[in-house]
Antibody, heavy 121, light 109 residues
Framework: QVQLQESGPGLVKPSGTLSLTCGVSGGSISSSNWWSWVRQPPGKGLEWIGEIYLTGSTNYNPSLKSRVTMSVDKSKTQFSLKLTSVTAADTAVYYC??????????????WGQGTLVTVSS | EIVMTQSPATLSVSPGERATLSCRASQSVSSNLAWYQQKPGQAPRLLIYGASTRASGIPARFSGGGSGTEFTLTISSLQSEDFAVYYCQQYNNWPPGYTFGQGTKLEIK
């Protein structure tokens, strides 16, 4: 059973950088999967941020692309998210998730519990 | 960007009854459509992928249908644990990306 766990600061100052890490256990981060970040502002819906493959290839949401960087550390079985120049609009619960793939179908089959990141001075 | 629109925003149904939730895509997504259930304070849980395939461990009372731009999630006989918010999600091959619907809250009538 794959398990994911987000970690990182719960409070970030405006104009600062949000940095989160997702630890993967119960499965290999080097398997043929994409690994993704999804966020949810309080009381609102889900927004995909981006995804990364074990080779380091990435795809980002165009609306966030200029501020997002993802990386993967296979030796530590974890992947990370950096979001720069944050504002209050970036306050959200941030989830990491595994992308399940069958043929050309892509969906999020395993999720972390989520971590609330608040942008405030 | 493909826009996903869910309806209704809120659906009130009695336990034991059938609930049907809708999701519409602004352009065809073929069968690249998934459904998730989210309860307060919890992460989303995958219910359906490929528009109609139940994920592992999902009860048979959950079924998905549709293709192209129109999709439905049906819960045949609502149990107390089914009252939650449901999201649809599409995947676009090029440029690669995912979008979610705004969610349907299923509440007890």
């Amino acid at each position: 059973q794959v398990q994911l766990q987000e970690s990182g600061p719960g409070l970030v100052k405006p104009s600062g950088t949000l940095s989160l890490t997702c630890g993967v256990s119960g499965g290999s981060i080097s398997s043929s999967n994409w690994w993704s970040w999804v966020r949810q502002p309080p009381g609102k819906g889900l927004e995909w941020i981006g995804e990364i493959y074990l080779t380091g290839s990435t795809n980002y949401n165009p609306s966030l692309k200029s501020r997002v960087t993802m990386s993967v550390d296979k030796s530590k079985t974890q992947f990370s998210l950096k979001l720069t120049s944050v504002t209050a609009a970036d306050t959200a619960v941030y989830y990491c998730a595994r992308v399940g793939v069958q043929w050309d179908l892509h969906y999020f089959d395993y999720w972390g519990q989520g971590t609330l990141v608040t942008v405030s001075s | 960007e493909i826009v996903m629109t869910q309806s209704p925003a809120t659906l009130s149904v009695s336990p034991g009854e059938r609930a049907t939730l809708s999701c519409r895509a602004s352009q065809s997504v073929s069968s690249n459509l998934a459904w998730y259930q989210q309860k307060p304070g919890q992460a989303p849980r995958l219910l359906i992928y490929g528009a109609s395939t139940r994920a592992s461990g999902i009860p048979a009372r959950f079924s998905g249908g549709g293709s192209g731009t129109e999709f439905t999630l049906t819960i045949s006989s609502l149990q107390s644990e089914d009252f939650a918010v449901y999201y649809c999600q599409q995947y676009n091959n090029w440029p690669p990306g995912y979008t979610f619907g705004q969610g349907t809250k299923l509440e007890i009538k």
